[in-house]
């Protein structure tokens, strides 16, 4: 089985943070991870993240994006590409928000990309990203339990 994760999720797959361990409970009986190719850079930058806040030391950087790497070329990460066509209907899917959805770009691409995939569910404790599934057709689903 193959589940879509945001960022933030598949980042907890490295990290040793709350949430880790039910998201890696989650991710253990998976084929595949399914991500937009941007949340690759999102996740190294919530590694870097740790690193200026302390959490983890340089080298503690580049073993987790080694890991990253190696769990990419073994397909277990997957990396969902998005051409100019898909950004150019992301920049439209806002026509069909109501003014009080809050939802941050980054986000609108997980979540146009995780539809256009096929993907009838997305993983994450982001709270508006969550809240924003159903404009996508979408399904949310945290399995921390509490949303951030």
């Excluded at 983890?56 to 990253?68: K, T, V």
């Excluded at 769990?71 to 051409?83: E, N, Q, S, V, Y």
């Amino acid at each position: 089985m193959v589940r879509y994760f945001d960022s933030a999720y598949i980042a907890k797959l490295y990290l040793l943070e709350h949430g880790s361990g039910p998201v890696r409970e989650l991710a253990a009986d998976l084929k595949a991870i399914g991500c937009c190719a941007h949340g690759r850079v999102e996740v190294a930058y919530v590694f870097h993240r740790k690193l200026r806040e302390g959490a983890i030391d340089h080298a503690g950087l580049q073993a987790r994006m080694d890991q990253m790497r190696m769990d990419t070329a073994g397909g277990f990460l997957r990396w969902l590409p998005m051409d100019g066509a898909f950004y150019e209907a992301a920049a439209d899917s806002v026509r069909e928000l109501a003014s009080d959805v809050w939802l941050r770009a980054a986000d609108a691409l997980h979540l146009m990309c995780a539809r256009d995939n096929g993907f009838e569910t997305v993983f994450s404790n982001d709270r508006h990203l969550l809240a924003a599934c159903p404009y996508f057709e979408l399904k949310g689903r945290d399995v921390i339990g509490s949303a951030a």
